[in-house]
């Protein structure tokens, strides 16, 4: 059976599949992001993926950002020997194949729409709440990927134009509110404090807000109030329809849905806002891989052309 090479690149982890073209998975691979060197692992993984099978019909690529896909580079923030790296001539080259590349994640939507909670959606918005923030829309079926691929940046959408500088340069950003280092970061200054010996971050937030302790709660709350601002906002300019949330801090669960759902019937107004559905991922990890695979078997054809 015919396949494509999919590939998923974040500052963590570099992963890869061969995935069929009704979204079958016939072989893959995961491995640490290397400090240094991260082309050379990625091409001994594609290796180690496509040993003794067909050869694959084309590559696609999700990789953090920020990048530039009129230029086919990348710059990760959490890759510093990266920096307007040429990682779609890298592969086409390595590989001989027609090669794809979008914002990881734009490919965590774009594998939601066509595998996942997205399914049958004409207006998605798929949000990664996680380290950061990140966002892809997938409308009539096609990811807007905008002038040079940084559209779906929600996590800087601006929920409060008075609130705190975030990192990006901004202020009030929604990642500043909802992120999971700065869920954590509220709670701490708010006077909560991780179980003993266990780490002060979201997934332990998440589990005391599930045991009704007051801070860990309102932590929650407060994050679920500013990815409604958000999610409103979007669903306003796109006519978004359905909302797929993935990421760590998605694993939160009811702590997290529940509030959400109470505080976008609080800021949204407008009717088409109001019916907007927010879903759970159902693909997790694997979204972004499915992804990738969709963008090399919708969009080779014109890689190859350019
Ligand atoms: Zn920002």
């Not at 779906?152 to 929920?159: I, K, L, R």
């Amino acid at each position: 059976m015919s396949s494509v090479l999919a590939i998923d690149i974040g500052g963590t982890k570099l992963a890869a599949a061969l995935v069929g073209e009704d979204g079958s998975v016939s072989g893959s691979a995961i491995r640490p992001t290397p400090r240094t060197d991260v082309m050379a692992a990625l091409a001994s993984l594609m290796d180690e993926v496509c040993a003794g099978g067909e050869r694959p019909q084309a590559v696609g690529i999700g990789c953090a950002g920020p990048l530039n896909l009129a230029a086919g580079t990348v710059s990760p923030v959490n890759m510093p020997s990266w920096r307007d790296f040429p990682l779609r001539d890298e592969v086409r080259e390595l590989t001989g194949l027609p090669t794809v590349l979008a914002g990881d994640a734009q490919c965590f939507a774009l594998g939601e729409h066509w595998l996942g909670s997205g399914r049958g959606s004409s207006a998605l918005l798929g949000i990664v709440v996680s380290t950061g923030i990140g966002g892809g829309l997938v409308i009539d079926g096609v990811p807007l990927l905008g002038p040079t691929g940084n559209a779906g940046h929600v996590g800087h959408m601006t929920v409060d134009p008075y609130g705190e500088r975030c990192e990006c340069g901004g202020r009030g950003c929604v990642e500043r509110y909802a992120s999971g280092p700065n869920l954590a970061r509220w709670a701490l200054d708010n006077g909560w404090k991780a179980p003993e010996g266990e780490p002060a971050d979201a997934r332990n937030l998440a589990r005391d807000a599930a045991d009704g302790e007051p801070v860990a709660v309102a932590a929650y709350e407060r994050a679920a109030r500013a990815l409604a601002g958000m999610i409103a906002s979007a669903a306003a300019a796109a006519e978004v329809t359905r909302v797929v949330i993935g990421g760590g801090v998605s694993g939160a669960g009811p702590v997290l849905f529940e509030p959400l759902e109470r505080a976008l019937d609080d800021v949204a107004g407008l009717a088409f806002v109001r019916s907007v559905d927010v879903q759970p991922t159902v693909l997790g990890v694997r979204a972004g891989l499915a992804g990738a695979a969709k963008l090399a078997w919708d969009y080779s054809d014109s890689a190859a052309a350019a």
